[in-house]
């Protein structure tokens, strides 16, 4: 049997093809391109680089690198910390004038510890080497073909 793989991300096509609701196509260069490949970009993974880049400027990848379980709790702290604004009645961003990294400025506010969960995540990603577009295409997929409220659930 002839296998096929992917021109990009080198998962194997064929004799998979149809196992992820997919096939591929024969892009010009007549390189076979798989289904997730062949979606656009939902962006993630150029932040997820972003991110990564940054934080091995900052020195968060020398030494010791944090566990999984470690990574969890600053993620639900990130949560934690959106939780207590939106407690406070602050505006969803603001600047504060106090930071103690030394800058005369700071955001703060929900939204910006949401996304401070969010770079958590995807650092967590980073260090991982998961496709972030990928996954949250699977994810999305699955959602989409849930039944409304997921059969009835409540908010």
């Known amino acids: 049997m002839t296998t096929i793989i992917c021109s990009r991300c080198k998962a194997t096509?064929?004799?998979?093809?149809?196992?992820?609701?997919?096939?591929?196509?024969?892009?010009?260069?007549?390189e076979f391109?798989?289904?997730?490949?062949?979606?656009?970009?939902?962006?993630?993974?150029?932040?997820?680089?972003?991110?990564?880049?940054?934080?091995?400027?900052?020195?968060?990848?020398?030494?010791?690198?944090?566990?999984?379980?470690?990574?969890h709790a600053l993620m639900h702290s990130e949560i934690s910390e959106a939780t207590e604004s939106v407690r406070n009645g602050e505006d969803?961003?603001?600047?504060?004038?106090?930071?103690?990294?030394?800058?005369?400025y700071k955001p703060e506010g929900e939204a910006i510890e949401l996304m401070d969960c969010l770079i958590r995540i995807l650092d967590r990603f980073g260090r991982e080497g998961w496709n972030a577009d990928a996954i949250y295409r699977q994810k999305m997929d699955y959602n989409k073909a849930r039944p409304y409220r997921h059969g009835g659930k409540k908010i």
């Open 13 to 30: 096509i064929w004799p998979k093809i149809g196992v992820y609701g997919g096939g591929c196509e024969l892009n010009v260069n007549g």
């Open 33 to 71: 391109i798989c289904d997730e490949c062949s979606r656009p970009s939902a962006g993630l993974n150029i932040l997820r680089d972003e991110i990564k880049a940054n934080n091995i400027i900052r020195g968060w990848y020398d030494g010791e690198m944090p566990r999984p379980l470690e990574m």
């Open 92 to 104: 969803a961003v603001w600047i504060s004038n106090e930071d103690p990294g030394g800058l005369d």
